[in-house]
């Protein structure tokens, strides 16, 4: 099992920059798939990224390409997520999770990653404002 904390979030202007991390404690950092998802006012909770058990890969939603980077540390069990160029509309709860197995490259392919309910664990959030 693994206990997620994130941290790192708060108030910024658009066009302005936060850098979150999800603190990990369990099991081997290494053998976790980590995500980022965000829950806005009234939606549903939403991918952000995800980042696979090497660190080789990444994908992100398309509403963030380009200016969020995925990265984890798998020596201090630390997963960061850096913004960059916040708009209004990133602002959110942003949730770390955990998966505790690889996903397969047909499940890479379907997307499997962006779903919600494939990932075990996850952290309380953190709240991420963005002011136009």
């Excluded at 806005?40 to 990224?49: D, I, L």
């Excluded at 090497?54 to 540390?73: H, L």
């Excluded at 959110?92 to 997307?111: H, I, K």
């Amino acid at each position: 099992q693994v206990q997620l904390v994130e941290s790192g979030g708060g108030l910024v202007q658009a066009g302005g920059s936060l850098r979150l991390s999800c603190a990990a404690s369990g099991r081997a950092f290494s053998n976790y798939v980590m995500g980022w998802f965000r829950q806005a006012p009234g939606k549903e909770r939403e991918f952000v990224a995800r980042i696979n058990l090497s660190g080789e890969r990444t994908d992100y939603a398309d509403s963030v390409k380009g200016r969020f980077t995925i990265s984890k540390d798998n020596a201090k069990n630390v997963v960061y997520l850096q913004m960059n160029i916040l708009k209004s509309e990133d602002t959110a709860v942003y949730y770390c999770a955990a998966r505790d197995s690889g996903f397969t490259y047909s499940d890479s392919l379907r997307g499997d990653y962006a779903r919600a309910d494939k990932y075990n664990y996850w952290g309380q959030g953190t709240q991420v404002t963005v002011s136009s």
